[in-house]
């Protein structure tokens, strides 16, 4: 599985025909790959709010319980930027393929487990331990996946498209999440409370293992792309990859990291959180609310095409700020609906607050993947992207449960969105905007 010199020249002198065919596969495996990957972390994100707390932490009060299991949640996380690393480093040394392979069966793996995991009541403290030993091992595999399935689908197509094909992957995000909160939905409404909360929520949890054998079935037919083949050719791969992107491309890293910030950190509030403070503190129910983000996934599904689509068109520094601009905006009324209460408000809020994350999100993929030069871009885009999940996406739940506790009032999130939203756009100018630029060509990332 290893990509060798003659296997590369064979890739670059592909024909037309088999070309076309590998852009399609590699389009699809990117967006079944990530979807299946993001399925198995929405199902824990969607359990930490609902079944965890009492499940692995049954001595504690409610908001001790929710802390605890949000800190679960922050762990996978902050583990990210080290599969980044470690992914990172063998996705450039050795190519996306093989890397891509190992990731998914590390994440199905370990979601499975999650599904048969017994709670404190059987193994005690250990029940919890194992919880988040198998929540790093979720947040190492996530880590090393993003990149590569990105980079499969835009490094294979037509680089005037490169926003639509990187989308492909982003579009794994809301599928993964319509499935994985759709399953939750689905038997939350079937059985009864103590039917669902005793023994259904594992269920999709281990149906993550057949998931997990379609997608390697998919990922294992297609093959490395041509950018990397060309750089494995003419022998220009790095012998420290990740060193060397930290080293020359440092400053790239932050500012991705950076660009993150208004679009990682609200999306987790929008769509784990929610269901920890419209079902706790305003007492709805819990089917209400994941139908509420189950349709609000589904809008992402045909809203990050169009975005990704337009970014081509009109680069994607300009889509992508305005949806970091139009998140800061929608922070106050978005809590003013959830706290004012009311079902159609409420959803629709919920909805709505999909839209200007799906402007992000969408040309995001291309935004960073674009920032590095093929021989560094794996682990260089992944530490970038991952870098956001230790300061913006993981610790969002945590901290919006402490801050409404400590303040009382659901506007201190609201200014903590809007902070995120000023370090995006300050990021988002800074960096480079390189839609139109040719990206196999090393002079593109020689600053002047």
């Known amino acids: 599985?290893?990509?060798?010199?003659?296997?590369?020249?064979?890739?670059?002198?592909a024909g037309k025909t088999e070309q076309r065919t590998q852009v399609r596969r590699a389009a699809v495996a990117s967006a079944i790959g990530t979807t299946i990957e993001w399925y198995d972390f929405f199902l824990y994100n969607t359990a930490a709010a609902l079944i965890f707390p009492h499940l692995f932490f049954p001595a504690s009060?409610?908001?001790?319980?929710?802390?605890?299991?949000?800190?679960?949640?922050?762990?996978?996380?902050?583990?990210?930027?080290?599969?980044?690393?470690?992914?990172?480093?063998?996705?450039?040394?050795?190519?996306?393929?093989?890397?891509?392979?190992?990731?998914?069966?590390?994440?199905?793996?370990?979601?499975?487990?999650?599904?048969?995991?017994?709670?404190?009541?059987?193994?005690?403290?250990?029940?919890?331990?194992?919880?988040?030993?198998?929540?790093?091992?979720?947040?190492?595999?996530?880590?090393?996946?993003?990149?590569g399935s990105v980079l499969l689908a835009m490094e294979w197509g037509d680089q005037r498209k490169r926003g639509l094909l990187g989308s492909f992957a982003q579009i794994g995000v809301p599928v993964g999440l319509v499935l994985g909160t759709g399953g939750m939905t689905l038997l939350s409404f079937v059985l009864s409370d103590a039917a669902f909360t005793s023994w259904g929520w594992r269920i999709p949890f281990l149906l993550s293992l057949v998931l997990v054998g379609i997608g390697l079935v998919i990922r294992l037919r297609i093959l490395e792309t041509p950018m990397f083949a060309a750089v494995v050719a003419q022998q220009r791969t790095s012998r420290r990859p990740v060193v060397d992107a930290v080293r020359h491309h440092w400053r790239e890293i932050l500012l991705s990291a950076g660009l993150r910030f208004s679009e990682q950190m609200p999306f987790y509030l929008f769509t784990s959180y929610v269901l920890v403070y419209v079902v706790a503190e305003h007492h709805y129910s819990k089917t209400f609310v994941l139908n509420a983000v189950l349709v609000a996934a589904a809008l992402e599904l045909v809203t990050i095409p169009f975005f990704s689509q337009l970014s081509d068109r009109i680069g994607r520094k300009r889509v992508y700020l305005t949806g970091a601009v139009l998140t800061g905006l929608l922070a106050f009324p978005y809590f003013a609906v959830l706290k004012g209460?009311?079902?159609?408000?409420?959803?629709?809020?919920?909805?709505?607050?999909?839209?200007?994350?799906?402007?992000?999100?969408?040309?995001?993929?291309?935004?960073?993947?674009?920032?590095?030069?093929?021989?560094?871009?794996?682990?260089?885009?992944?530490?970038?992207?991952?870098?956001?999940?230790?300061?913006?996406?993981g610790p969002a739940p945590l901290l919006a449960t402490w801050l409404l506790h400590a303040t009382g009032t659901p506007y201190s999130i609201s200014v903590y969105i809007v902070l995120a939203s000023v370090v995006t756009v300050l990021c988002g100018a800074a960096i480079a905007d390189r839609s139109r630029a040719?990206?196999?060509?090393?002079?593109?990332y020689l600053r002047a």
Request: aromatic residues 10%; neutral net charge.
């Open 438 to 444: 040719d990206i196999t060509d090393e002079a593109t």
């Open 341 to 393: 209460g009311g079902y159609v408000p409420i959803f629709l809020a919920v909805v709505v607050s999909m839209i200007p994350h799906a402007m992000q999100y969408g040309p995001q993929a291309a935004f960073i993947g674009e920032s590095f030069p093929t021989h560094l871009r794996y682990g260089g885009a992944g530490l970038g992207y991952q870098l956001a999940s230790v300061f913006a996406g």
């Open 61 to 147: 009060s409610s908001y001790a319980g929710a802390m605890q299991s949000f800190a679960t949640y922050a762990v996978g996380f902050a583990a990210r930027p080290v599969g980044a690393a470690i992914f990172g480093y063998w996705g450039d040394r050795v190519g996306r393929k093989v890397t891509l392979v190992i990731t998914l069966l590390l994440m199905g793996l370990a979601s499975g487990l999650v599904g048969v995991l017994p709670g404190a009541n059987t193994l005690g403290i250990a029940a919890p331990l194992i919880l988040v030993a198998l929540r790093l091992i979720q947040g190492v595999a996530i880590g090393g996946e993003w990149s």
């Open 1 to 13: 599985m290893v990509l060798g010199r003659n296997e590369a020249n064979k890739v670059i002198q």
